[in-house]
């Protein structure tokens, strides 16, 4: 993986040492820019800069390869969170099937990223059904139909304009009859300007809750790594409505600054439990956070 602006920070934070020798305030402030550049938002950025002030007093840190070194183990020391780490594996239920509700606004890679779930579960011989719940529009039903094929996954769908929590329900039904491992439903792309959409959500919510016996396993949020700080409105829009478990963070792949990652854990105190890391259907990957970290420095050092 290549991040844009953090190959930036990489050789930034070298060529700040050359002919300084020392951890000034001019350092910390470049230092502060580039962070910021790369989608790390003002007050994550504080946090990691307080973080090294206080390694540079205490360990005494001299060159580019040290300071380097600590603010990979402050962003890893993020993404391990406590109130992260317990939650970061994909919760499965021992009562069949384990229902994922997958949310987020049109355009993030929503219904491709439903459809690489199923393929990464199918690779691990397991059985999965998709629920259309996107009834809002015609074409989100096809384009989930198309996926299915393409996994071979069995589908639950209704007509454009019925009710989404309906094909949730009949989805949960037919998973459990069909001996389903998993059911991932889809939702229509919520906007925070449509209350109607809102309330629809909810409604899947009560009605997966009911039939389940319990809430669903996983609500997982679909962000665009590459839309930074609007990522991050986004979600906390999201979760003032619903009980938002995790993130599944697309187009990972070149194109995103990397920064944004730090962001959302930090800011959200949520897991980013997958990431999408390109088109094709086995391009998704459960997130390493240590091995994100050391790819945001190392690669960018080859």
Same mark, same amino acid.
């Given at each position: 993986m290549r991040f844009g602006l953090f190959k930036n920070l990489v050789n930034k934070v070298k060529q700040l040492f050359t002919g300084r020798g020392v951890i000034d305030d001019e350092f910390y402030e470049e230092l502060e820019t580039?962070?910021?550049?790369?989608?790390?938002?003002?007050?994550?950025?504080?946090?990691?800069?307080e973080d090294l002030r206080k390694a540079v007093r205490e360990e005494r840190l001299e060159n580019s390869e040290q300071v380097l070194d600590r603010l990979k183990r402050s962003l890893v020391s993020i993404l391990t969170d406590p109130a992260i780490a317990d939650k970061q594996a994909l919760k499965e239920s021992s009562n069949s099937?384990?229902?994922y509700l997958v949310v987020g606004v049109n355009g993030v890679g929503k219904t491709t990223s439903i459809?690489?779930?199923?393929? $990464?579960?199918a690779k691990r011989?397991?059985?999965?059904?998709?629920?259309?719940?996107?009834?809002?529009?015609a074409a989100a039903i096809d384009q989930i139909e198309i996926?299915?094929?393409?996994?071979?996954?069995? &589908?639950?769908?209704?007509? %454009?304009?019925?009710d989404?929590?309906?094909?949730?329900?009949?989805?949960?039904?037919?998973?459990?009859?069909?001996?389903?491992?998993?059911?991932?439903?889809?939702?229509?792309?919520?906007?925070?300007?449509?209350?109607?959409?809102?309330?629809?959500?909810?409604k899947i919510y009560r009605v997966s809750e009911k039939e389940l016996g319990r809430a669903?396993? %996983?609500? &997982?949020?679909?962000?665009?790594?590459?839309?930074?700080?609007?990522? $991050?409105s986004q979600?906390?829009?999201?979760?003032?409505?619903?009980?938002?478990?995790?993130?599944?963070?697309?187009?990972?792949?070149?194109?995103?600054?990397?920064?944004?990652?730090?962001? $959302?854990?930090?800011?959200?105190?949520?897991?980013?439990?997958?990431?999408?890391?390109?088109?094709?259907?086995?391009? $998704? %990957?459960?997130?390493?956070?240590?091995?994100?970290?050391?790819? &945001?420095?190392e690669a960018e050092e080859k």
């Open positions: 580039l962070l910021i550049q790369s989608d790390v938002n003002i007050h994550t950025t504080e946090r990691v800069l099937p384990t229902l459809a690489k779930m199923a393929n $990464l579960f011989g397991k059985k999965v059904i998709l629920a259309a719940g996107d009834t809002f529009r996926w299915a094929q393409r996994t071979q996954t069995e &589908l639950v769908k209704h007509g %454009e304009g019925t989404p929590a309906a094909v949730v329900f009949d989805a949960i039904r037919v998973g459990r009859s069909r001996g389903a491992d998993y059911v991932i439903a889809d939702t229509a792309g919520r906007l925070h300007n449509r209350s109607n959409l809102m309330d629809e959500l909810k669903p396993d %996983e609500i &997982l949020m679909v962000l665009d790594a590459t839309t930074g700080q609007n990522a $991050l979600a906390k829009t999201f979760m003032n409505v619903v009980h938002v478990t995790g993130i599944i963070l697309t187009k990972l792949d070149g194109t995103a600054k990397g920064g944004i990652v730090i962001t $959302l854990a930090n800011e959200l105190k949520l897991p980013i439990k997958l990431i999408g890391v390109g088109e094709k259907a086995q391009d $998704l %990957e459960v997130f390493d956070p240590v091995k994100f970290v050391n790819g &945001l420095f």
